[in-house]
């Protein structure tokens, strides 16, 4: 299922107003962002970072978190917001993660400026290790 042009403005929005909630204090990187579900439901997350770093929490894992929690396990699409000139795109961890629950999701990385990344997951994360590898 590909997201609509509708359903992708929606999930823009909700990942730019995801990121002012974002608790940053130490990087100031303030990150948001927002997962559409195979129902329709968008899922927000920001990131949430610790004074011992390691238990930061990137804003896609929260979103994920989010929807998962929500009842809701696959997902079609992603967009992360950064407050920079350039998009970023997702790390490794929550690449892993966002593979687990939509090996194929449409992700888009929008930011301060008209710069973007669109692209999927599984060009992100080429030949992932999931749940499928762990069938026999």
């Given at each position: 299922m590909s997201p609509s042009p509708s359903q992708i403005r929606r999930l823009v929005a909700a990942a730019r107003r995801a990121g002012k909630s974002s608790y940053a204090p130490y990087s100031k990187?303030?990150?948001?962002?927002?997962v559409l579900t195979a129902s329709g439901k968008i899922f927000a997350g920001c990131n949430v970072e610790n004074a011992s770093y390691g238990l930061?929490?990137?804003a896609e894992?929260?979103?994920?978190?989010?929807?998962?929690?929500?009842g809701h396990r696959k997902l079609v699409a992603v967009?992360?917001?950064?407050?920079?000139p350039?998009?970023?795109?997702?790390c490794g961890a929550c690449r892993q993660v966002l593979n687990?629950?939509?090996p194929n999701a449409a992700v888009l990385c929008?930011?301060?400026?008209?710069?973007r990344i669109e692209t999927t997951l599984d060009q992100l994360l080429p030949r992932a290790f999931g749940p499928k590898d762990l069938r026999s």
């Open positions: 990187f303030r990150v948001g962002a927002a930061t929490n990137c894992r929260t979103a994920v978190f989010n929807a998962v929690a929500g967009a992360v917001y950064t407050p920079t350039e998009a970023t795109a997702p687990e629950f939509g929008v930011c301060d400026s008209a710069d």
